[in-house]
């Protein structure tokens, strides 16, 4: 089983940047998570959508809407995934969620790929 726990939301103007994080809870101790780590989100009366995923090995997919403003990272040793959200819109405003797939799962922006959700932070951009 895993648990993930993020951090780091809040409130920010248009414009600034907002960094989030997430770290893995992994019942083996001394074992480092190795599936595939990413962020969806879910703005107010909207579906679920895809933000960023980042596999073990580093290789990253971005939705279109956050491409070339967000970037995803992870720190293996630590079980932890990284959202850093730069150029900010009204439009990013969204409860962020965490996720992992189990060890095998492919890279996907497809919600069915990832077995472990975080309980979610709240991004609100606004002036």
């Known amino acids: 089983q895993l648990q993930l726990e993020e951090s780091g939301g809040g409130l920010v103007a248009p414009g600034e940047s907002l960094s989030l994080s997430c770290v893995a809870f992994?019942?083996?101790?001394?074992?480092?998570?190795?599936?595939?780590m990413g962020w969806f989100r879910q703005a107010p009366g909207e579906e679920r959508e895809f933000v960023a995923a980042v596999s073990w090995s580093g290789r990253a997919e971005y939705s279109d809407s956050v491409m070339g403003r967000f970037t995803i990272s992870r720190n293996n040793a630590k079980s932890a995934v990284f959202l850093h959200m730069m150029d900010t819109k009204p439009e990013d405003t969204a409860d962020y969620y965490c996720?992992?797939?189990?060890?095998?799962?492919?890279?996907?922006?497809?919600?069915?790929?990832?077995?472990?959700w975080g309980q979610g932070t709240q991004v609100t951009v606004s002036a």
């Open positions: 992994v019942r083996s101790a001394g074992r480092s998570f190795m599936g595939p």
């Open positions: 996720v992992a797939g189990q060890t095998g799962r492919t890279l996907s922006s497809s919600r069915d790929e990832y077995d472990y």
